[in-house]
C-alpha cells in the first residue's frame, strides 16, 4: 500500500508523543480498508504518532492492515474519532469529500 492511498480522521499531535516515538524507532501504522458507500477508503485508525516521527526522521512507515469486518462504515469512523468531519490525505492533506 501506498501512503498517498491513506486518509487520517486526526489532527491533534502530541508533540512529547511524537518525540518518543522518535527515540524508540517506532514508526508502525495501522490501516483499514473502510466502506464509503461502496468504495474502500484506507483510513490510518492507530499511529499518528508514529506516522509523523517516521515522516520527520525521513523512514519510510511500517504499515499493518488490520481487518475492520465491515464493522463500521467510513461515516460511522468519522463520528467514533470526534476530530475531523472529513478525512484528510496523510500525504497531502487534501479531504477525501
Avoid: C
Wanted: aromatic share 6%.
Amino acid at each position: 500500500m501506498n501512503l498517498n492511498q491513506i486518509y487520517t480522521l486526526q489532527s491533534y499531535l502530541d508533540d512529547a508523543k511524537v518525540e518518543e516515538k522518535r527515540i524508540n524507532k517506532d514508526y508502525d501504522i495501522s490501516v483499514a480498508m473502510i466502506d464509503d458507500d461502496g468504495k474502500q477508503i484506507a483510513i490510518l485508525v492507530d499511529g499518528n504518532h508514529s506516522l509523523k516521527a517516521a515522516m520527520i526522521d525521513g523512514v519510510e512507515p511500517a504499515i499493518n492492515i488490520i481487518d475492520n469486518n465491515g464493522e463500521k462504515t467510513l461515516e460511522r469512523y468519522v463520528i467514533s474519532f470526534n476530530d475531523l468531519s472529513n478525512p484528510v490525505n496523510i500525504v497531502t492533506g487534501k479531504e477525501l469529500w
